[in-house]
């Protein structure tokens, strides 16, 4: 079984290193119309976060479900030995805190903005109406889990044959949004090296080693803000 699943995993690597998420060009997708969630009957609140805002932490009750409209969130968990590690990087249009619909009573996890946020909060029980009674709303629903679950595939395979190096370009690139739809977005909001050492699994001395080697051959500029430039594909690209 375990030789059975490593060999999957490798044929599953191979593909996506041959079709790299970051490359491809895929059909643009209509937009998420945010006025289907209007139709929410009044238990929904919009809530404008500062930078580095704890939205809530894990352990507290699971009642509702957010919608991101402009900024970006981090999901972190933390052991019971007090180890953190970032378990997603969430940006504009995405959902979370969907684990409540499953029969989840806790939150798994900390959601954090790491950037200025405008997030929709909505209960737990209009999200099941809106999901039973607007077609619109389930199928973008549907469509951002399906996309969820093929980015934690991604992330696996990632971690599981990518040097740290590469899996860092990677991580600076979808913050930047190359390989997405719509305008990419070279400028991305700051983020401590301890923070991007917990999303890649290093050290932060490591990543601010790949650091001062992106920013040295070009890939990158930064001086209070981070720029990315699409040439920092090469680092993932190149065997």
């Known amino acids: 079984m375990r030789r059975w699943l490593i060999r999957t995993v490798h044929l599953w690597y191979i593909f996506w290193r041959r079709t790299p998420n970051l490359v491809t060009k895929s059909k643009p997708k209509p937009a998420f119309d945010v006025k289907v969630l209007t139709k929410a009957n009044g238990t929904k609140t919009i809530t404008s976060y500062r930078s580095n805002a704890r939205i809530f932490g894990q352990g507290d009750t699971a009642e509702a479900i957010y919608y991101i409209q402009k900024g970006k969130v981090k999901l972190t968990v933390v052991s019971k030995q007090g180890k953190e590690a970032v378990v997603a990087l969430l940006r504009e249009g995405d959902f979370f805190g969907e684990g409540c619909l499953a029969g989840q009573p806790l939150r798994m996890a900390t959601a954090v903005t790491f950037s200025p946020c405008s997030i929709m909060k909505m209960e737990k029980a209009e999200v099941v109406r809106l999901l039973h009674d607007e077609p619109a709303f389930s199928g973008m629903f549907v469509a951002h889990l399906l996309s969820r679950n093929i ?17 860092l370009a990677r991580v600076l690139l979808l913050l930047a949004n190359f390989g997405k739809e719509g305008k990419q977005e070279e400028i991305i909001p700051k983020m401590s090296q301890e923070t991007l050492a917990a999303v890649i699994g290093t050290t932060r001395a490591r990543v601010s080693t790949f650091m001062n080697k992106f920013r040295k051959l070009g890939f990158i500029e930064y001086n209070g803000t981070l720029k990315i430039h699409s040439s920092l594909l090469n680092v993932i690209l190149h065997d």
């Not at 980015?151 to 899996?167: A, G, P, T, Y």
């Open 151 to 167: 980015k934690i595939e991604e992330d696996l395979v990632d971690q599981l044959f990518n040097s740290s190096e590469k899996r």
